[in-house]
């Protein structure tokens, strides 16, 4: 009877809000009452960890979003353009609006919410860096990151396990992919994001900060630099360690970004 919980938990999301993101809510009660009942114990598994990957990342965008005191209309039109890009379906947007809210109240426990992502993301380092980097998004889209935001993502970024310096790496590259502009009607991410949009030394340079490796890194090292994070970042690997398939667009930009770094570079040292 290891399948009454998911049953039951599955139609009564659905009856709640008549929409995909209810009938997931409710599997994971369900599936987490069968374990209860069955008295088995372990780690939370992956449906779980995309139900709080979910939640918590539009919560923590809007408590970002509020930082410096009020929400602006770019932070919303930053939020909505990423609504977008993730391709979300009307239950699921309803969904990601209410979290977005519930973050920006004056009560909300940041470090609640990120102690339970931590948890459930179980030490992968791979989610807690997409998560991050979802916010940080957010961010340069909407007001940037400059004062009150800038402290509020360190803060995150540090909850997360992720020192100063990967943080400032992780913003080079994002400007670097076009962020920061903000978003007003389609400007935020530059066309063709990658270091193919630049020509010259400045698309090379890009390259090398996108791998994470100096130009005098050798070709072996490029090379493993290269496999290393199309590995981690490959979208099919962090669907499977829970990330939301809803949230598989920022993944797929990032690995598209590292194979056009990789082109550029292996093209200027003639490696094959």
Not at 147 to 172: K, V
Request: proline share 2%; charged share 25%.
């Amino acid at each position: 009877m290891g399948w009454l919980g998911k049953l039951v938990g599955g139609l009564v999301g659905y009856l709640l809000t008549r929409g995909p993101f209810g009938v997931l809510v409710g599997l994971v009660i369900g599936h987490l009452f069968d374990r209860g009942a069955a008295g088995r114990a372990g780690a939370i598994d992956a449906v779980a960890v995309r139900v709080i990957f979910f939640r918590s990342t539009f919560a923590v965008m809007g408590h970002v979003a509020k930082a410096d005191g009020r929400v602006s209309e770019r932070d919303i039109a930053a939020a909505r353009e990423i609504f977008r890009q993730f391709r979300l379906g009307e239950a699921d947007t309803r969904a990601a609006i209410g979290f977005f809210s519930s973050g920006k109240l004056g009560d909300f426990d940041r470090d609640a919410v990120l102690t339970e992502l931590r948890t459930a993301c179980a030490g992968r380092r791979d989610l807690l860096a997409m998560f991050l980097e979802i916010q940080m998004r957010a961010a340069l889209m909407g007001d940037g990151m400059q004062g009150p935001t800038r402290t509020t993502l360190l803060a995150i970024a540090q909850a997360l396990g992720c020192n100063a310096l990967e943080f400032a790496h992780l913003e080079t590259v994002l400007r670097l992919q076009g962020f920061g502009g903000g978003y007003a009607g389609g400007r935020g991410q530059r066309g063709g994001a990658g270091p193919h949009a630049a020509g010259g030394a400045n698309a090379l340079a890009e390259a090398y900060e996108i791998l994470g490796v100096p130009r005098t890194a050798s070709d072996a090292e490029v090379k493993r630099a290269y496999r290393r994070q199309m590995s981690q970042n490959h979208p099919d690997k962090l669907v499977a360690r829970g990330l939301p398939e809803s949230l598989l667009e920022v993944a797929k930009q990032k690995t598209q970004s590292i194979q056009a770094a990789w082109e550029r570079i292996r093209e200027s040292r003639g490696l094959r």
